[in-house]
């Protein structure tokens, strides 16, 4: 999946909305910031590949908060179901 799919479907950001989306199995597809804190991203990493949930980790914070339509950087967005 692409940013761009991102900016044009139903999203939830932000690492705790992201975790409660794919534990409720509502998350396609997350993305994760790849200079976000490792330490912030690892349980939710973890989540995704236990529900089987494709991550995508190549972009950069600053990537995602403007494909979510924020002003602010972002670790973490998913597109929903």
Do not use: W
């Not at 409720?24 to 529900?51: I, M, P, R, W």
Request: net charge positive.
């Amino acid at each position: 999946m692409t940013l761009d799919t991102l900016m044009k479907t139903r999203h939830v950001t932000g690492v705790k909305q992201v975790t409660k989306a794919v534990q409720k199995g509502t998350a396609k597809c997350v993305f994760l910031a790849s200079d976000a804190d490792q330490s912030l991203t690892a349980s939710l990493k973890e989540a995704c590949s236990q529900y089987g949930i494709e991550v995508v980790d190549t972009v950069t914070m600053k990537e995602l908060g403007r494909a979510c339509s924020i002003e602010v950087g972002a670790s973490a967005a998913a597109v929903l179901s």
